[in-house]
């Protein structure tokens, strides 16, 4: 049965039209259109190595968005899993339509305070006994290889350096873990969408601040990335130890952030790869001196 086959018969509707959505990076996106108009998306995990471990993470989606019905972030809804891709042929989330777009493009004062306050009200969710798994680090030791393009080999020792003390003590919390613009959908300045919920974890808040900030500084430069966090603390969000959890997110980016700047790139956002090492480079090294 061919993807769309499948998403018609679990959507009980027949589709018309298939949209690439673009701005993604594990999977094959598509925006579905049915023939009474109705719209909704099929995610499709093509990529390795995600497409290996598809059906925890495709799982772990679904079972995230049902318990953030009724909440008021505004996610999408689980219809269908084809967790494994025996259905389909690689593995399948069909899941609600939500409304709006991408802004990659900017990243002024009431963009960036939306973009906190939404992050806040994904860390009062209260997942009771459904909480998600801990938190898994996305710089492992492997990773912290000074990288050739680096134009300051002593920024990327510094955070290795710091990445070898202890990890900070923190109150665990509900975590997107991939929270970011390009995960976020706006209509007009309101966000209508929050995406991408495979990562969700527990953990500390820190790391989901670090993540949004690491994301906006290759964007649009490290001010942005300050910007962020600075409207994070001033409605009511607590981050200390908050430079241990920036240098670890700025890591995760290695061997190179070019994996992210393509597809933002594809969406829209002219990023060369250079731009990209050298804007995380400086991030880091703004961090590192706070």
Known sequence: MTPLAWAAAAWGRDVTAARPL??????????LEATDGA???????????????????????????????GTPVPAPASWAL????????????????????????????GLLRALAAM????????????????????????????????SDPSVW???FAVLDGP????????????????????????ITGVVDWVETSWGPVGLDVAHAATCLALLHGSDAASAFGDHYI???GLLP????????????YLPDPTKVATPWREAGRDITDDQARRRLEEHLARVLDD
């Open 22 to 31: 673009t701005g993604g990076w594990t999977s094959t996106m598509l925006a």
């Open 39 to 69: 719209r909704a998306v099929l995610r499709l995990m093509t990529r390795e190595p995600w497409r290996t471990h598809a059906a925890g993470l495709l799982a772990r989606e679904a079972d995230v968005q049902r318990l953030l019905a």
């Open 82 to 109: 084809d967790p494994d891709g025996t259905a389909t042929g690689d593995p399948a989330h069909l899941m609600s339509w939500l409304p709006g777009s991408l802004v990659l493009d900017r990243a002024d004062d």
């Open 119 to 150: 992050l806040r009200t994904v860390h009062r969710v209260d997942p009771g006994a459904d909480r998600p798994r801990a938190y898994q680090s996305w710089a492992p030791p492997a990773k912290r290889i000074v990288p050739a393009w680096a």
């Open 157 to 159: 020792r510094a955070a």
């Open 167 to 190: 990890e900070p003590a923190y109150e665990p919390t509900f975590l997107h873990r991939d929270f970011h613009l390009g995960n976020v959908l706006w209509t007009g300045d309101e």
């Open 234 to 236: 001033d409605l009511g």
């Open 241 to 252: 130890d908050q430079r241990y959890w920036d240098v670890l997110d700025a890591v995760g």
